[in-house]
């Protein structure tokens, strides 16, 4: 079984159905840079990777699901994100600058993503907090178990997502919008009684 697909939250699956979802997940991923995400349909993923539609949407509730386990497996695939720096901020700036470098290296996915990530699908509710909660913990370990910075960094982060989708800035930007917002949050010292007076 991939290793990706091992730290997918999702049902445990046998041998076979593991190979059957790769298949669909490389078809997505090549159909997406060959059509974009509003004209791709399961329909074609399920014919790109030679399975019949029924089969494909037994692992896929959605359209909006399929993009939001592709964007998933962005950050669950090894070799992950490695803090070394040795104070907060710079380590808070590694978070950032791993998370955008990802982004930035998949603009088709991040784009479909943009809007899919907001479905009500339940499936897609599921992806959105494992995700957010890894982006989450990302930080945690940067800075440490201060919520209110915490929180002001991931709502710094999902902002900028969603203004990169919006054309406001390219998804290559992303690290040095982010790297402000760092500066201003953690603040060079990046203790928490500095960074909780930055907020109020």
Do not use: C
Not at 77 to 94: I, V
Not at 101 to 112: C, H
Not at 147 to 175: I, N, P
């Amino acid at each position: 079984m991939s290793s990706h697909l091992s730290s997918s939250p999702r049902r445990t699956l046998n041998e076979r159905q593991a190979e059957t979802v790769e298949k669909l997940f490389a078809a997505a991923s090549q159909l997406l840079d060959e059509v974009g995400h509003e004209q791709m349909t399961i329909r074609m993923v399920a014919q790109r990777a030679g399975v019949s539609p029924a089969t494909a949407y037994t692992y896929f509730a959605s359209k909006d699901h399929l993009f939001s386990e592709l964007f998933w497996r962005l950050f669950s695939a090894p070799p992950g994100l490695s803090l070394t720096a040795r104070t907060p901020q710079a380590r808070a700036h590694q978070v950032v600058t791993y998370l955008a470098g990802v982004i930035a290296g998949a603009p088709t996915l991040a784009a479909a993503v943009n809007k899919s990530m907001l479905a009500s699908d339940p499936e897609v509710e599921r992806l959105r907090l494992a995700i957010g909660g890894l982006w989450l913990q990302y930080f945690r370990d940067a800075i440490g178990e201060d919520e209110a910075v915490l929180q002001t960094l991931g709502f710094a982060f999902s902002g900028a997502l969603l203004q990169a989708g919006m054309g406001l800035f390219s998804y290559k930007d992303l690290a040095d919008v982010l790297g402000s917002v760092v500066d201003v949050v953690v603040g060079e010292g990046g203790d928490a009684k500095s960074s909780r007076r930055l907020l109020r």
